[in-house]
């Protein structure tokens, strides 16, 4: 099983910065991707930034610019780095890990407990 462990999220203004940690422990092979979603309420879950194995990712138009997300492979840890933050970016955010617990063992996915970002003045 694999055990994701989030930090990070808070109150902050409008402006203002914050990051967001995921670390990944457990019977863990591989990981093809680690990414963060984030559900705002009575909205569906979306996708904000995602980073595969090879380095290459995705992130959303929306925080395109203002949010980065890295990977430090080492420590199975992906971070996502807010800068300007604004009110509609307040939800609570979702890590998302693709691993595999073998060598050739299917991937399954897993997903944290959600951590709250609120952006308020």
């Known amino acids: 099983q694999v055990q994701l462990v989030e930090s990070g999220g808070g109150l902050v203004q409008p402006g203002g910065s914050l990051r967001l940690s995921c670390a990944a422990s457990g019977s863990i092979f591989s990981i093809s991707a680690m990414g963060w979603y984030r559900q705002a309420p009575g909205k569906q879950r979306e996708l904000v930034a995602i980073?595969?194995?090879?380095?290459?990712?995705n992130i959303a138009d929306s925080v395109k610019g203002r949010f980065t997300i890295s990977r430090e492979y080492a420590k199975n840890t992906v971070y996502l780095q807010m800068n300007s933050l604004k009110p509609e970016d307040s939800a609570v955010y979702y890590c998302?890990?693709?691993?595999?617990?073998?060598?050739?063992?299917?991937?399954?996915?897993?997903w944290g407990q959600g951590t709250q970002v609120t952006v308020s003045s």
């Open positions: 980073i595969g194995s090879g380095g290459s990712g």
């Open positions: 998302n890990v693709r691993a595999s617990s073998a060598p050739g063992a299917s991937f399954y996915e897993r």
